[in-house]
């Protein structure tokens, strides 16, 4: 099995999973800045020419949460996938949630402080992009409050989605005033399979 793409990118989504269900996979780093993402060989795998990637045998599957699934699908035994249809149900509801209304104002800041050159960013859309974001945080917030795991009554791929996800948004600033939200990502992060967090790897990457 190999998974296409390193730390600090969305693969540290599926690694959490590979590292907790304590699988053999090659990780294979696909050098963004110098566009490996746009060669052929790449967009043979993904045509969206983004990382992660995941290749298991004839399957190929991308987006990553669709991999945490897979893996955790793959796996059964280890109890990631909920076995009552509520429970599966309510998984499916956050990771959507978290992969659309989280997310993606995540991503529109990244963009316009980082991503677009800098003669295409919108700097007027950031604080746009916060506002929606802190907004969904609240929601989220607010399911968190009484519960240990996102979905039913034990650890799921949404856990493993959210810890990712809320790790982005404290590095974007935005986690001040959900006290219950940073408490659960600690006790996230602080399981012995957990991946390094996205401060952890950017410092790795600048150290060599
Ligand atoms: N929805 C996709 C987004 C993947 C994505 O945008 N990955 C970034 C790295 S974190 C990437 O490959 N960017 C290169 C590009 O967009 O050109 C997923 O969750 O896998």
């Known amino acids: ?3 296409y793409g390193i730390p600090p990118t969305r693969a540290l989504r599926p690694i959490w999973l590979i590292n907790e269900l304590g699988i053999d996979c090659e990780i294979v780093a696909v050098d963004l800045p110098a566009g490996a993402h746009q060669q052929p060989a790449f967009l043979a795998i993904n045509p969206a ?4 990637a995941l290749v298991d045998g004839d399957i190929v599957v991308t987006e990553s949460v669709a991999i ?3 893996l955790a699908e793959k796996h059964p035994e280890a109890g990631f996938i909920p076995s009552a249809l ?3 149900a309510e998984m499916h509801r956050w990771n959507f949630f978290l992969a659309t209304d989280i997310e993606q104002p995540l991503w529109r800041i990244a963009l316009n402080t980082a991503i677009y050159p800098e003669g295409e960013r919108v700097a007027a859309d950031i604080p746009n992009a916060q506002r929606d974001c802190r907004r969904m945080l609240a929601v989220f917030e607010k399911h968190m409050q009484d519960r240990a795991w996102v979905a039913g009554n034990r650890i799921s791929v949404a856990d493993f989605n959210a810890a990712y996800t809320l790790d982005w948004a404290g590095e974007a600033g935005l ?3 959900f006290p219950r939200l940073g408490a659960y990502l600690r006790t996230m992060y602080a399981r012995p399979a957990a991946p390094p967090t996205i401060k952890a790897a950017f410092a790795a990457l600048r150290g060599g």
Do not use: S
């Open 49 to 52: 020419g983004k990382v992660p």
């Open 68 to 70: 945490q699934y897979y």
């Open 1 to 3: 099995m190999k998974l």
């Open 175 to 177: 986690l001040d005033g």
């Open 86 to 88: 509520a429970d599966r």
